[in-house]
Nanobody
Framework: QVQLVESGGGLVQAGGSLRLSCAAS????????MGWFRQAPGKEREFVAA????????NYADSVKGRFTISRDNAKNTVYLRMNSLKSEDTAVYYC???????????????????WGPGTQVTVSS
């Protein structure tokens, strides 16, 4: 069974950048579609970005399009989320998720994912 662990969160000023990483501490994610979600206090968990097994296909929430970039390095068993031009409304706990699939597609729905990391806090100060 895959265990996912996020890292790279922290406190950053508005306009700044962070890069989140999601590593598989057990198992491999090279055969999994991966996604990033976030949850702000008092709000539901929401989709941020998703990437297919090969990394060729990606999808983004409208709120982060043009500012965030999802990528993966299957050799390192790691998925990344590069976040630029951060805004206070990006403040949330960020979660990575995975779903094993034989297809080179991404998933944007929270319910499609089987594996989740514990999350990493991102706080953007204005």
């Amino acid at each position: 069974q895959v265990q996912l662990v996020e890292s790279g969160g922290g406190l950053v000023q508005a306009g700044g950048s962070l890069r989140l990483s999601c590593a598989a501490s057990r198992g491999t994610v090279s055969s999994a579609a991966m996604g990033w979600f976030r949850q702000a206090p008092g709000k539901e968990r929401e989709f941020v970005a998703a990437i297919s097994r090969s990394g060729v296909n990606t999808n983004y929430a409208d709120s982060v399009k043009g500012r965030f970039t999802i990528s993966r390095d299957n050799a390192k068993n790691t998925v990344y989320l590069r976040m630029n031009s951060l805004k206070s409304e990006d403040t949330a706990v960020y979660y990575c998720a995975g779903r094993f699939t034989s297809l080179d597609i991404y998933y944007s729905l929270l319910s499609r994912y089987d594996y989740w990391g514990p999350g990493t806090q991102v706080t953007v100060s204005s």
